[in-house]
């Protein structure tokens, strides 16, 4: 029982990061050694992913009411700026994508029988749809995990709890503390669910659908790690007149590797949440920009969307001149903001993008196909890419703040 508690004492005191290097590790081993026997060990992905999908619905409709209720007048606030970061990053991606395709021309060999009929076909489709779910039922929103609807009614609650006697507030205060406990209980079996996300993911690629399409797959990890590596620390750098790096890298190693493999933004929510935490942010600014960057923060989306739509063109033998190439950009920067933030949205609004060239939806569908055959690494990167920039944006808003008001910012010590 003493060796037990000893090592227990041992596995607590690693840290989070190492533990789920561990758990990684566990995890490829027993894909390769045991796939059959070991299985099992799949459900505890299955239930890592699954209690973070529960949680974080009910956790950001509280926290949101808990943010806005606790707002004083006159108090200042960076969502306005979090959210232009939003966009402008989104934006940058879909450009940097577009140079790389251009850089670095891929084809494709498209596959047949490919069926999918949820794509919508413009961009009109894709704002109905935005709208429609801002006004969806909360009832229904907290149950499919839709954030924007989740935000809207959450917003009005809170602005009109504001009136509310102080009872009321401290009782809605304290519910999102105990929820923000039982998340940071969920974050601490991280390490089990990835072992068993990984087992599961090698499961059921192996790594041999990838090879085929390698050259498509590295323009696109190319593109994502020079968003997440050069593009978003010269925005960093800009906002905070510091060392980016060192804030850059903590974003990607706690919300990053965590996001790698549940491939959910949604479900990346509370772990980011607590990152935030961790950084010293004020609760009442990234209780709102979290949630809302896991739908509208789309760098990753719009680097996918973006190469897959121009290697359609180039497999096809299309001539995409530079006005073309400026519309895409826009298009996948307000198309990926659109997309769901659940593993393979992204890939669903291809389509609409290829429309831009005339593409017809048919081989479009196709293109998506092969979207689906290289899904694991690349919507595992795309998401990790999303995930860690919404803490990082908040979080450079927040500092560039305190940069005004001459408070300092100690990034290195983050």
């Known amino acids: 029982m003493v060796k037990m508690e000893k090592v227990f004492k041992a596995w607590c005191g690693l840290g989070l990061v190492k533990r789920i290097f561990i758990g990684l590790l566990f995890g490829v081993a027993l894909a ?11 459900i505890f992905g299955d239930l890592f992913v699954g209690a973070l999908k529960a949680v974080a619905p009910i956790l950001v409709f509280f926290l949101v009411i808990s943010a806005i209720v606790q707002h004083k007048k006159g108090q200042k606030t960076n969502i306005k700026s979090i959210v232009i970061l939003y966009l402008l990053g989104t934006f940058l991606a879909s450009l940097v994508a577009v140079i790389g395709s251009f850089l670095f021309p891929v084809t494709l060999s498209l596959v047949s029988n490919v069926n999918m009929e949820s794509a919508p076909q413009n961009i009109v489709g894709v704002l109905k749809t935005l709208l429609l779910n801002l006004i969806d039922n909360p009832v229904k929103a907290l149950f499919n995990g ?7 009614w959450s917003s009005l609650f809170g602005i009109f709890l504001k009136e509310a006697k102080e009872e009321t507030k401290v009782v809605v205060v304290d519910i999102s503390k105990a929820l923000l ?14 072992m068993g996300l990984i087992f ?8 041999s659908g990838l090879l085929s399409y390698g050259k498509i797959l590295l323009l696109l990890l190319g ?28 974003c990607l190693k706690e919300s990053g590797l965590t996001a790698f493999f549940t491939r959910s933004s949604a479900a990346n929510i509370p772990v980011n949440m607590n990152l935030c ?16 960057g896991a739908t509208i923060n789309m760098a990753g989306a719009a680097v996918t969307i973006s190469v897959f739509a121009l290697s359609a063109a180039h497999t096809l033998g299309i001539q995409v001149d530079f006005f073309s190439a400026i519309v895409l950009s826009v298009l996948s920067a307000v198309s990926a ?9 992204s890939l669903l609004l291809i389509p609409l993008a290829c429309s831009l060239f005339g593409i017809s939806n048919d081989v479009a569908m196709q293109v998506v196909g092969v979207g ?43």
Do not use: H
């Not at 998340?183 to 089990?192: D, N, Q």
């Not at 935490?277 to 809302?292: A, R, W």
């Open 32 to 42: 390769y050694i045991a796939p059959n026997s070991m299985s099992w060990i799949t």
């Open 146 to 152: 839709n954030y924007i609807g989740i935000l809207f």
């Open 181 to 194: 406990k039982v998340v940071k209980l969920i974050i601490e079996f991280t390490p089990f669910g990835v």
């Open 200 to 207: 599961s993911s090698i499961e059921a690629s192996g790594g």
């Open 223 to 250: 593109c994502m790690a020079t968003v997440a590596l050069i593009v978003n620390p010269i925005i960093a750098f800009i906002m905070i007149q510091k060392n980016p790096y060192p804030l850059v890298f903590t």
């Open 277 to 292: 935490e961790k950084l010293g942010l004020e609760k009442d600014m990234y209780s709102v920009s979290i949630p809302l």
């Open 337 to 345: 903001c659109g997309a769901s933030g659940v593993a393979g949205g």
């Open 372 to 414: 689906f055959v290289i899904g694991v690494l690349q919507d595992s990167c795309e998401t990790a890419l999303n995930s860690s920039t919404d803490v990082l944006f908040t979080s450079i808003a927040e500092y560039s703040q305190w940069r005004k008001e001459g408070r300092e910012v100690e990034v290195s010590k983050v």
